[in-house]
Structures are given as C-alpha cells and as structure tokens.
C-alpha cells in the first residue's frame, strides 16, 4: 500500500546537500500536509558513527514517528541508511501513514543510495548497542556457499526434527538466514500495529530464497481453514480476538502449515527457517507472539483448536491417599 505522499524540494536538496557534505551526519524527516520535509539536521564532529548517535536520540519524540537518513557507510555510493521509527505510543493512524509511506522516501531519494533500510519502535535501537546487534544479527546472515547452505539446512532440519528446546536455540542462533522482502517486512509492520486486517500469510520463494508476503484479510477462527491455503506450506499471523478473565484480548498466533503433498526441498526450507524467522520477528520487528501451532493441514485449524489452546489449564488436585495397614494382602 502506497499513500500517495511526495517528497518536498527541500527534502530533496537537504538531502543532496548531506551527500555532498561531510559535515552532516544524517537528516531527520516528518509528513505535514501529504509532504515529505525536512525536520531536523544531524551534524557530525566525527569521522566515528558511534560517536555522533548521541545527538540523535534528542532530535526524536516517544510519541511520534519520524523518518532517520544517516551516513553509516562514508565514501559508499549506497552508504546510506533509511530508518522508519514509529514509537508504540504514536497515533495510530500515523503508524499506518508513516509505515505506507517509507517506501516512497527511499524510491524518491534514490533507492540507489541505501544500503538499508530499517524498522525501529525504540530510542535505544538506534543508539550503539542496538546498532551493535543490529551488526551482529546481519554478519550471522553473511551468504554462504552452496555447499555451507545446504549442510546448515540439513543440521538445522534434523534440529528442528529432534524437538529439543536448546538444541534449537544452539543451531539457529535467533538469525534469520534467508531475506525477508520489504513488501513482507512493510504487512508485518502494519500488522503488529493492528492495521490491515486480522490474518497475514508468508510464504518462501525456495528458488530466491527469500520471504515475501501471500496477503492480508480479516476472518474469523473458523475461516482459517479455508482462509489458508492446503496445497502449499504458510507462515501465517492471526490475530485472535476472544474473551478471557472477563475482557477482551487480541493475542498474535503464529500458524505454521506444511501441506503432506509439499515437496521435500520446501519442506526442509520451511522447517530449517521458522526459529530463525519467529526470533528475528521478536528482535527486529517487535511481533510478541503468544502460541505457535504446527500442523499438517488448515483443516485441522478451527474455533475450538484456538480456544483450547488459551483456555487456562486447571490443577488436578490428588487427594491424599492413606497407605495400607501393614501385614494385609
């Protein structure tokens, strides 16, 4: 979804200018009047990225979102990256314009120039250790041979089969090792936010190895089933509306589906990717996800599946049982 917002001229000159000039960190960036427009001007004192994010954060508010273009890569022609921060405590019609809109200031500065462009919902991700990890995660997904990636698939795979909880976390690492395309990474934005519609599904492009979104629709629990498709695996998101402890809640279920008729290579791809993926949702995209299910068909998905799994487990109370009086048989 596109929002139909232009870039300003002086948006664009501030931005050549932050090209051209050393002395500039980075441009901060707002919406006025369906404009995109200059807000804030970064300076640099150094030459270290580290050392000019201290004056970031103070050109930002908690409580509206903003655009961030920073120099991170000096004498790169793509040394730029394009940062969207929406607070949670943001409006959230501005989440929805701000979110649609991210891709138009990145197409209209020049997508050319950015090496990156990133989601952020906090002030500390954007200052050195949330950089840091940021590094850290994006060198666990350096590109390996043909060779590497195949034998990574089978180990996590077999991982993923044997079902233990650490043996998971030591094989995966929470990196995502495929990529996830911006139109996914955008539904997935608008989603945590409770904005297009209650179901998102994913799928994998086994052949480009990458993530991309299948759509976005509203339905009820008992619509999965034939919400879903039963002929090709899905990582879909529902955000299930019920009622418990006498309100209403709205938890995120994460619904893993592999088809038995699926073939062996999408089977694998899928297995060995989901723990990756669900910790880069939780990392870098701020998704909380509630459950998780995983079953073979949508078919076995319905209202009562869904309201078993939040249904609060009651104790079974044993009562105390008296031995038996000895010398008895």
Known sequence: MQSGITVSKELQDAFNHLVSNPSQRGIIVTISSETLILQHVLPSKSTDF???????????????????????????????????????????RQKMLFASTRLTLVRELGTER??????????????????????????????????????????????????????????????????????????????????????LQLNINVKDETIELVGSSSTDADGLASAISDTEPRYSFFRYTHHAEGSEQSPIVFIYTCPSGSKIKERMVYASTKLG??????????????????????????????????????????????PKRPGKR
């Open 50 to 92: 580290f050392t000019d994010l201290p004056a970031l954060t103070p050109l930002l508010s908690a409580t509206a979102a903003s655009y961030i273009v920073l120099r991170r890569y000096p004498n790169a022609p793509d040394g730029y990256v394009a940062i969207t921060y929406i607070p949670d405590t943001a409006p959230v």
């Open 114 to 199: 950015f090496r990156e462009s990133l989601l952020v919902t906090e002030m500390k991700e954007l200052e050195k250790q949330g950089w840091e990890k940021h590094d850290a995660h994006g060198a666990m997904s350096a590109p390996l041979t043909e060779e590497e990636e195949n034998l990574k698939g089978i180990k996590e795979a077999e991982a993923e089969a044997k079902g233990g909880t650490e043996g998971r976390r030591l094989e995966t690492g929470g990196k995502l090792s495929i990529a996830t395309s911006t139109e996914a990474r955008e539904a997935l934005g608008m989603f945590r936010v409770g904005e297009g519609g209650n179901l």
């Open 277 to 322: 993926f669900l910790a880069a949702m939780s990392s870098d995209m701020g998704v909380d996800i509630a459950k998780r299910l995983e079953i073979s068909s949508p078919s076995e998905i319905t209202a009562s599946t869904l309201e078993d799994e939040f249904r609060p487990k009651q104790e079974q109370k044993q009562g105390f049982s008296k």
